[in-house]
């Protein structure tokens, strides 16, 4: 069973303040898995894991709406934006700190890659928030481009890739069959391609 790329894109894409993020279509349950059952401590904790992660991407779809009405109500609701993402971030961190040490062998450098990798989320959208809050109002040109820089700073979460720690997980068997029966993991995994019948 293979880790779905995309399904992390969600943190790397982070909240484009400026743009709407249309949700994909939830993905099918997983089949139930073949190998050897860790421990139900194990799955437990793996289901935390997975459920901060999965809950940071759905929170990002439920950012407050940017308001276009004038350049002073946009700026204020890609700050509110913004800030929102920032909370939901550090709020993972901060869960995912929260696990204590994993019941399963390697479990634990999975969860410092998943905080690793959330607090470049943080720190690139608090480096967005600081230049929102800068930005003049009265001044359209000088607006436009302050907005404009907004955006460029946003776009360097695309550059933050996560998939290496999911892909972590996929190669430890213990914390893989964990996560595969642990109801929260279900949305990291692809679902293998069904053969056409011949």
């Given at each position: 069973?293979?880790?779905?790329?995309?399904?992390?894109?969600?943190?790397?894409?982070?909240?484009?303040a400026?743009?709407?993020?249309?949700?994909?279509?939830?993905?099918?349950?997983?089949?139930?898995?073949?190998?050897?059952?860790?421990?139900?401590?194990?799955?437990?904790?793996?289901?935390?894991?997975?459920?901060?992660?999965g809950?940071?991407?759905?929170?990002?779809?439920?950012?407050?709406?940017?308001?276009?009405?004038n350049?002073?109500?946009?700026?204020?609701?890609?700050?509110?934006r913004?800030?929102?993402?920032?909370?939901?971030?550090?709020?993972?961190?901060?869960g995912?700190?929260?696990?204590?040490?994993?019941?399963?062998?390697?479990?634990?450098?999975?969860?410092?890659?998943?905080?690793?990798g959330?607090?470049?989320?943080?720190?690139?959208?608090?480096?967005?928030?600081?230049?929102?809050?800068?930005?003049?109002?009265t001044?359209?040109?000088?607006?436009?481009?302050?907005?404009?820089?907004?955006?460029?700073?946003?776009?360097?979460?695309?550059?933050l890739?996560?998939?290496?720690?999911l892909?972590?997980?996929?190669?430890?068997?213990?914390?893989?069959?964990?996560?595969?029966?642990?109801?929260?993991?279900?949305?990291?995994?692809?679902?293998?391609?069904?053969?056409?019948?011949?």
């Amino acid at each position: 069973m293979k880790i779905r790329s995309t399904s992390i894109a969600v943190l790397a894409a982070v909240p484009l303040a400026l743009a709407g993020c249309a949700a994909g279509p939830a993905p099918a349950p997983a089949p139930p898995p073949k190998a050897a059952a860790p421990s139900p401590e194990g799955v437990a904790w793996v289901g935390r894991m997975c459920g901060l992660v999965g809950g940071f991407s759905a929170s990002q779809k439920q950012l407050p709406p940017v308001d276009k009405t004038n350049t002073a109500t946009l700026k204020k609701t890609v700050i509110e934006r913004i800030d929102s993402a920032v909370g939901s971030a550090d709020g993972t961190i901060q869960g995912l700190k929260g696990l204590g040490p994993s019941p399963i062998a390697g479990a634990d450098q999975v969860n410092e890659g998943f905080q690793q990798g959330f607090t470049q989320v943080r720190d690139l959208l608090q480096g967005a928030g600081d230049k929102a809050k800068q930005i003049d109002p009265t001044n359209e040109q000088r607006f436009q481009e302050g907005m404009t820089g907004v955006q460029q700073e946003l776009q360097k979460g695309q550059q933050l890739n996560l998939q290496d720690k999911l892909e972590r997980l996929d190669h430890n068997e213990e914390l893989k069959t964990a996560a595969e029966q642990a109801p929260d993991c279900k949305q990291f995994f692809a679902q293998p391609q069904q053969q056409p019948p011949g």
